[in-house]
């Protein structure tokens, strides 16, 4: 069963910048094209950045320019570096492999790491 384990938010001043890592197990991690996504109150959650098992990168408008997505195979983890941080990135951000995809519809889901921006 794939497990995912998400790390690395807290609470951090409009402007500033957090990294966060997901740990991935119980899977061939290196062949699946990987997401972060985030869900705030009230609110679905949402794909913001995703990263092809090639390395091909891509990201929500709403985060672009500022967000971005890396992994490191070796260490079957994918990490997303979030700068210029704005209250409206508030939000449990969590990852899994892309919608549609085997890995993803086994509905498995991490804890997530909470992510605050607020002065």
């Known amino acids: 069963q794939v497990q995912f384990v998400e790390s690395g938010g807290g609470l951090v001043q409009p402007g500033g910048s957090l990294r966060l890592s997901c740990a991935v197990s119980?899977?061939?991690?290196?062949?699946?094209?990987m997401g972060w996504y985030r869900q705030a109150p009230g609110k679905q959650r949402e794909l913001v950045a995703h990263i092809m098992s090639g390395g091909t990168t891509n990201y929500a408008d709403s985060v672009k320019g500022r967000f971005t997505i890396s992994r490191d195979n070796a260490k079957n983890t994918v990490y997303l570096q979030m700068n210029s941080l704005k209250p409206e990135d508030t939000a449990v951000y969590y990852c899994?492999?892309?919608?549609?995809?085997?890995?993803?519809?086994?509905?498995?889901w991490g804890q997530g790491t909470q992510v605050t921006v607020s002065s």
């Open positions: 119980g899977t061939i991690f290196s062949i699946w094209a």
């Open positions: 899994n492999a892309l919608p549609g995809s085997r890995l993803y519809q086994q509905g498995a």
